[in-house]
């Protein structure tokens, strides 16, 4: 009788545990086949590889309490009660409906009272951010995933500086990874001095990588000042003269959009339950909990900006940004432009374009030709065939790496923040995106994209089905891992 070796029967129970947990956990069937090919291929490398970054979690704790932190904020701000009616919102049924279960998921409802400018210059965020934290009187807030201290950047954190020293609370939440070197830098060192509590996020560290998986990134990008004054977009803190140049894709474009009213106080509770898990770890109290201003200024403003903050990511329940874009996409009647730098769809991201486009809509892809992620161009260049031949219009930013995310929908309702058109920022990163229901902003944002698409080439099908077979064959190799990126 031939016995089995040792290491043959640990692999076999190896894979057999983990064929069971994954199967358990009911992840989308293509990421389930993923993970056992891999474990099942790679006898030791596929067990350390699941559980470095096969579970979408960032600790028990966080999943329970994160909900809890965010209701009682949510409570103290007043979001927690939707303050429109039935026929307020200028936009389709299917919109107002799919906004009530956004609400549902994430007990942040549509709200009045707001006003919402455009910014889609470096240069103007800057001085805006600038002046408007020159002019805090009570508190500063900051969460980002990249902090660069170069160019104008600098300007930045010498106002927060000036803030802190003359009493304002200010906060500075940057993620442990992308902000590595600021945070090992001699400006975190002077902005403590002068009175900013900086806090790593999501901090990674070889005992950590024990219990949560070390790749899951704070994405998001946020400002609040004074609980009356908000910025959201896609864009890091880095001067775009100065970041990444080596990198040779020219200068990322972004947008930023600077908010006033009740909208602000959505933003700060994202940032308040992030900042409470990064410092205390989650064991709060009453006493952390009021430990943030609570008290919203009440502003009416003469064009009543309907906005919806949505946060994801594996602190939440569901993906619920995920469920919102495939969703709205299938709820367009006349147009959906998508403007994203990552672009790595799955099937049910492309069944909603494509069905769009046959339908007669008038779908549009605005891409930056060139991006600083190799793996990501060529799974995201394997589904160009598939979009093109059912009219999709795919087009590619020339000038620079275009790093806007932003969708728009029948020129009602727009989608802006930090979620990319990939797995990654559907279900692994912390982001945060801004639902706008509101016609002049959409055509102020459906101007900037016609800016960028004046600045691209289309490309066509003819032309990108006589690409090489070396170029084909790495695409669809690379778009095997597409659930993974």
């Not at 949560?212 to 775009?240: Q, W």
């Not at 790093?403 to 923040?417: Q, W």
């Amino acid at each position: 009788m031939t016995s089995i070796p040792f290491t043959v029967l640990l692999h076999v129970l190896a894979v057999l545990f983990l064929g069971f947990r994954i199967l358990y956990r009911r992840l989308a069937v293509n990421t389930t086949l993923a993970w056992l090919i891999i474990i099942a291929a790679l006898p030791i490398g596929g067990i350390v590889f699941y559980f470095l970054f096969g579970d979408h979690r960032l600790g028990r704790k966080r999943l329970k309490l994160g909900e809890r932190i965010r209701n009682y904020y949510q409570n103290a701000y007043d979001i927690s009660a939707c303050d429109i009616t039935h026929g307020q919102m200028t936009v389709s049924p299917f919109f107002e409906d799919l906004s009530r279960v956004v609400a549902h998921e994430t007990g942040f409802h549509p709200t009045m009272g707001n006003k919402i400018r455009l910014f889609d210059e470096a240069g103007h965020v800057f001085t805006s951010l600038i002046a408007d934290i020159d002019k805090a009187q009570q508190s500063c807030f900051l969460e980002f995933y990249i902090v660069e201290a170069k160019g104008r950047v600098v300007q930045v954190l010498e106002a927060l500086e000036r803030a802190a020293k003359r009493g304002v609370q200010c906060r500075f939440l940057a993620d442990d990874v992308g902000s590595r070197i600021f945070l090992k830098s001699q400006w975190r060192k002077r902005l403590e001095e002068a009175g900013v509590e900086v806090v790593r996020s999501l901090e990674v560290g070889i005992i950590k990588s024990l219990s949560k998986r070390t790749d899951l990134r704070n994405h998001r990008k946020l400002v609040i000042i004074d609980l009356s004054i908000g910025y959201i977009g896609s864009s890091n803190l880095v001067d775009p003269v100065e970041f990444k140049k080596e990198a040779d894709v020219g200068q990322w474009v972004d947008i930023m959009a600077r908010l006033e009213g009740h909208i602000v106080s959505s933003l700060a509770v994202v940032f308040n339950t992030d900042f409470i898990f990064d410092k205390v770890g989650g064991d709060y109290s009453q006493e952390t909990l009021q430990k943030f201003p609570s008290e919203t200024p009440s502003k009416e403003f003469e064009r009543d900006a309907v906005l919806q903050l949505i946060p994801s990511g594996p602190e939440m329940r569901t993906s619920p940004i995920y469920e919102v874009v495939v969703a709205a996409l299938f709820g367009a009647r006349k147009s959906i432009t998508v403007v994203t730098p990552y672009f790595v769809p799955d099937e049910a991201l492309v069944l909603a374009l494509t069905n769009a486009a046959r339908r007669g809509i008038n779908v549009m892809l605005v891409l930056p030709k060139r991006i600083d992620s190799i793996m990501a161009r060529h799974a995201s260049e394997a589904v160009y065939d598939e979009l093109l031949e059912a009219g999709v219009i795919i087009t590619r930013y020339q000038s620079g790496l275009l790093h806007t995310k932003a969708i728009l929908i029948d020129e009602d309702v727009s989608f802006i923040g930090t979620v990319n058109m990939d797995m990654r920022s559907f279900y692994l990163n912390l982001e945060v995106t801004l639902a706008i229901y509101d016609k002049a902003f959409n055509l102020r944002l459906r101007d900037t994209v016609n800016h960028y698409v004046a600045r691209a080439e289309p490309l066509e099908l003819e032309r990108w089905k006589a690409r090489s077979k070396l170029k084909r064959f790495k695409e669809n190799v690379l778009r095997l891992a597409a659930p993974l990126l």
